[in-house]
C-alpha cells in the first residue's frame, strides 16, 4: 500500500520498511509455491513462509508499541494514520495466514498452525476468512489480529517448555548411560583381572605339583639306595666270607678270627 505523505519517526519507518519487506518476501514466496509441483518443497515453502509471518507479527505488535509510545508527541491526524496503517498491515498479513492455511490444507499437513483459531474449532476456507474480514471494522481486525498473535504466542511458549523438557530427558538419559557403560567397562576390566589372576593360579599350582612329584622321586630312590647298601652291609655281616658280593668301598671287611696257640714248656 502507497504510504506517501505518512508521518513517522525514524524508529517506525526502520519498523514499517521491514514489514513492507517481510510481505513483498510473502507475495514472492506464495507466487513460487504456485508453480511447485513436489509436495516436499512445497511444504519446506510453506515453512519458510511461516517464519516470514512469525517475524512480520513480531514487528507489528513493536509497530503498535512505538505508535502508543508516540502517542502524545503527534497530532490527531497523525495518530490515525499511523493506526489506519497499523490495520491494513494486520489485514494484509491476515490474508496471508488465510493463504497459508488453505495450502496446508491441501497438501493435508496437520501440524500446527501458527495462527490457529483454537482447539476444537474448524479452521475456515480462505473464502470464509476474506468474508469474515470484510465484514470486520477495523478495530475489530485489529482486535482479531493481537488476540491471534497472542494464541499464537501461547502455542509457541508451550513447544518452547515441551523441547526444553524433552532436551532435559535427554541429558538425564544421556548421562544415566555415560554411568551405566562407565560401570560395565569397569566391570570387564574386573573380570580380566580375575581371569588373570585365576590363570597364574593355576599355573603356580601345576609347578608346585611338578616340584612336589619330583621331590617325592628323589626321595624314593635315596630311600633304595639306603636300604640297598644296608642289606649289603647285614649280608656281609652274617656271611662274610661269601664272595659274590663286593666290600662296600670304605667299608673295612670283618677280620678273620684268630687262634690262640698254646706253647708247652719242654721238660
Do not use: W
Not at 70 to 81: D, T
Not at 129 to 158: C, F, P, W, Y
Amino acid at each position: 500500500m502507497a504510504t506517501a505523505g505518512l508521518q513517522m519517526s525514524p524508529q517506525l519507518e526502520q519498523i514499517h520498511g521491514e514489514i513492507r519487506d517481510l510481505f513483498r518476501a510473502l507475495s514472492n514466496g506464495f507466487q513460487r509455491l504456485d508453480k511447485m509441483k513436489d509436495s516436499n518443497r512445497q511444504s519446506k515453502q510453506l515453512e519458510e513462509l511461516t517464519g516470514k509471518m512469525r517475524e512480520c507479527k513480531r514487528l507489528i505488535k513493536e509497530f503498535d508499541r512505538e505508535i502508543k509510545d508516540e502517542e502524545s508527541k503527534n497530532p490527531p491526524e497523525v495518530n490515525k494514520q499511523l493506526n489506519d496503517e497499523k490495520q491494513s498491515m494486520i489485514k494484509e498479513l491476515n490474508s496471508y495466514v488465510a493463504l497459508r492455511k488453505t495450502y496446508m490444507n491441501t497438501l493435508g499437513n496437520k501440524k500446527i498452525e501458527l495462527f490457529d483459531m483454537g482447539a476444537g474449532v474448524s479452521e475456515p476456507t480462505a473464502d470464509e476468512n476474506v468474508k469474515v474480514a470484510s465484514s470486520m471494522s477495523n478495530q475489530e481486525l485489529v482486535d482479531h489480529g493481537m488476540k491471534t498473535m497472542d494464541e499464537t504466542d501461547q502455542v509457541i511458549e508451550r513447544s518452547k517448555k515441551v523441547v526444553e523438557q524433552t532436551i532435559e530427558v535427554g541429558t538425564q538419559t544421556a548421562s544415566t548411560l555415560k554411568g551405566q557403560t562407565d560401570q560395565m567397562g569397569r566391570i570387564v576390566n574386573e573380570l580380566d583381572t580375575i581371569q588373570f589372576s585365576i590363570k597364574k593360579a593355576s599355573q603356580l599350582v601345576k609347578e608346585i605339583g611338578r616340584q612336589v612329584a619330583t621331590d617325592k622321586c628323589i626321595m624314593l630312590f635315596l630311600f633304595l639306595i639306603v636300604c640297598g647298601v644296608i642289606a649289603i652291609i647285614v649280608v656281609k655281616i652274617v656271611n662274610p666270607n661269601n664272595k659274590n658280593i663286593r666290600d662296600i668301598p670304605g667299608l673295612a671287611p670283618p677280620a678273620p678270627s684268630r687262634r690262640l696257640l698254646y706253647l708247652r714248656d719242654p721238660q
